[in-house]
């Protein structure tokens, strides 16, 4: 995957906008939210800076994991969407970094509505390209099951790609409860679906 530059020129004018705005932060600023959207955890304001490079980071590793991978051919199959779904978490992570440092300015910010439409919207996106994601260790649905079978990772991938979407949808439409809890209904389902159709395989063979 090539560096995308205007990516790059994202995350580092997001750096350079902390290195402005930090000595106006707080000494503590808000570093979680609990699901009625009330601050229940600080840090010093030096937590910015990680906030800030963490997604420097994240996209280093990006162009790097495919590199290493033993199934490093998948990700010419799946380069689209790859590219895609990396450019969707960064600036999610960008989004969020912005909008804590805005509340922590005193701006009035719904931080809960802020990250349920970005988790929703972030989710959508994931769920749209899923289908196209081929066999690999590092980008996917990654379960025992789905790692031991290709098969079993295609079909994982093409039900969780609409399960993505859905509950990208429920996180947008309803509270944070209700979307907490579709989220931990897909990722369990997505484990039984996946051990089942294992099974199925298995018993042919």
Do not use: C
């Not at 690999?136 to 295609?154: D, H, M, Q």
């Not at 859905?166 to 990722?187: D, E, H, K, N």
């Amino acid at each position: 995957m090539k560096p995308n530059k205007i990516l790059i020129l994202l995350i580092m004018l997001s750096i350079l906008g902390t290195f402005f705005v930090f000595n106006d932060l707080p000494d503590r600023i808000p570093t979680h939210w609990n699901l009625k959207g009330e601050v229940d955890s600080y840090s010093g304001k030096s937590f910015a800076f990680f906030t800030a490079f963490l997604p420097l980071i994240l996209y280093i590793l990006s162009l790097y994991l495919p590199k290493i991978d033993p199934k490093r051919q998948s990700y010419l199959k799946h380069k689209k969407a790859y590219e895609i779904v990396i450019m969707f978490i960064l600036l999610f992570l960008i989004m969020i970094h912005w909008a804590t440092i805005l509340f922590s300015l005193g701006y009035n910010l719904d931080i809960s509505t802020v990250v349920r439409w970005g988790v929703g919207l972030l989710f959508i996106v994931i769920g749209n390209y899923m289908g196209q994601i081929r066999h690999n260790y590092f980008f996917g649905i990654k379960l025992p099951w789905t790692l031991a079978n290709e098969t079993v990772w295609r079909k994982t991938h093409r039900v969780g790609g609409f399960g993505f979407i859905v509950v990208g949808l429920i996180f947008i439409l309803t509270s944070s409860i209700i979307s907490f809890i579709s989220l931990i209904v897909l990722v369990i389902g997505l484990g039984v679906y996946s051990y089942i159709e294992f099974k199925k395989l298995e018993s042919k063979s």
